[in-house]
């Protein structure tokens, strides 16, 4: 399973990147405003920052809710960078918008999924990855691992090449689920990967090991 980081945070990037194991970074015009990016000239030139950090996929979301605007926007983030994939929301013009691109040979993400429907149409459509939101799925009562194993069904009966990238990941334990379903990918905060890092018996074995290493060495 491939490991993006989700965030527009830099330090948190560099951080993930110099794990050894981060394979790409999503991000969202929410991840940007919390890091105080505004301004068109200034989110594209970060977007450049952070693909100089990461060698691998950097999602860039449109803005624009129309198709015109959407192949407008996408056109302009896909030169941005090599590692660009343009971020599309679920909706039909969205899905006219990823038909275009996958024409095009651009990559693009669907975001905002919510159903085993809508990952399908993104297929369909040429998708290079969908992103099912779990931990939203989570909020409202619903489990959203139920959802990853559907669209995981769904794509193997029909030999679907597009990515299913398990978003709005909030835990360890997210993780873990999504790689035993066979997510292609999953997208989380910092604080989740390195959260699988953390065991209290690791620890308690490692300050035990330290500590009869000083008693036979004093």
Known sequence: ???????????DIREANDLGILDGVTTNPSLMAKEGITGQNNI????????????????????????????????????????IVVKIPMTTE????IKYFSLKGIRTNCTLIFSAGQALLAAKA????????????????????DLIQQIRIIYD???FETEILAAS???PMHIIQCAEIGSDVM????????????????????????????????
């Open 1 to 11: 399973m491939k490991f993006f980081i989700d965030t527009a945070n830099l330090n």
């Open 44 to 83: 594209l030139k970060h977007y450049v920052d952070i693909c100089k950090i990461v060698d691998g996929p950097v999602s860039a979301e449109v803005i624009a809710t129309d198709f015109e605007g959407m192949i407008r926007e996408g056109e302009a983030l896909a030169e941005l960078h090599k590692n």
């Open 94 to 97: 969205g899905i006219k918008a």
């Open 126 to 145: 040429g998708a290079s990855y969908v992103s099912p939101f779990v931990g939203r799925l989570d909020d409202i009562s619903t489990n959203g691992m």
């Open 157 to 159: 009966n029909y030999g």
């Open 169 to 171: 990941v909030r835990h």
């Open 187 to 218: 997208t989380g905060p910092l604080s989740a990967i390195l959260a699988l890092a953390k065991h209290p018996l690791t620890d308690n074995g490692l300050a035990q090991f330290l500590a009869d290493h000083a008693k036979g060495n004093k």
